[in-house]
């Protein structure tokens, strides 16, 4: 029977993640975590007394988030609980340990983008040192994998004969009925439907060398 305590802690990032490498090269990561428990009272709910911990993490767990947390990010984070002693002079102090196996933003306060990270194989391991990895970086766990070129005696296409789609029956052009059609025609209305930045429709953000478009960034994500 273990005796060991597993916490699963709501709560704020106090500090900025510092990722430094043990001797041997393994990644480590630590910061402080703040969370206040809320209690009902006739009033309504109000936080009770912050309890602080210095959150710590190793290995992949530690570089990612070191690149994905920031001081003052809501997050939910899994780990053993332990306390750690310490003295400054004559005072003798404790200080909650969390030792997190896994965790991530707060959903609940926010949203967030997913990156997979997919590896460099070893060459050593395929016997294929030249070749190029499939994928470098995947966003919302779809892979992105180098297209072939095309031959030099294949017929070049033109960029209108790329765009064309396979042929099918004729494209219905007529407008679908807006539900509401005393007001699909307001300026108001045509202003909601327009892309913020420009005429072109909105797309979903892609990456690029492992980098989303700063343009599909929030404004707290730019800092």
Request: net charge negative.
């Amino acid at each position: 029977m273990s005796r060991q305590l597993d916490l699963v802690v709501q709560g704020v990032l106090g500090t900025n993640p510092a990722v430094t490498r043990t001797t041997g090269g393994r990644a480590y990561c630590y910061f402080r975590l703040a969370t206040s428990p809320s209690f009902r009272t006739a009033e309504g709910w109000r936080d009770g007394q912050t309890i602080w911990f210095t959150a710590k993490a190793w290995g992949a767990l530690a570089e990612n988030l070191g690149r994905s947390l920031h001081k003052g990010d809501p997050v939910v984070l899994v780990g053993r609980f332990t306390q750690e002693s310490w003295s400054k002079g004559s005072d003798e102090y404790l200080t909650n340990v969390l030792n997190v196996s896994c965790g991530g933003h707060d959903l609940t306060r926010g949203e967030s983008r997913f990156m997979r990270i997919i590896h460099k194989a070893d060459p050593a391991d395929n016997g294929d040192a030249g070749a190029p990895d499939a994928a470098a970086t995947t966003s919302s766990g779809s892979a992105q994998t180098a297209g072939s070129a095309p031959s030099p005696d294949e017929p070049r296409q033109s960029s209108s004969d790329q765009c064309l789609p396979p042929a099918t029956a004729p494209l219905d052009t007529t407008p679908a009925a807006e539900p509401f059609a005393d007001h699909s025609t307001s300026p108001q209305h045509q202003e909601e439907l327009r892309d913020p930045r420009g005429d072109e429709p909105a797309s979903e953000p892609q990456a690029v060398d492992g980098q989303f478009d700063t343009d599909y960034l929030l404004a707290d994500e730019e800092d």
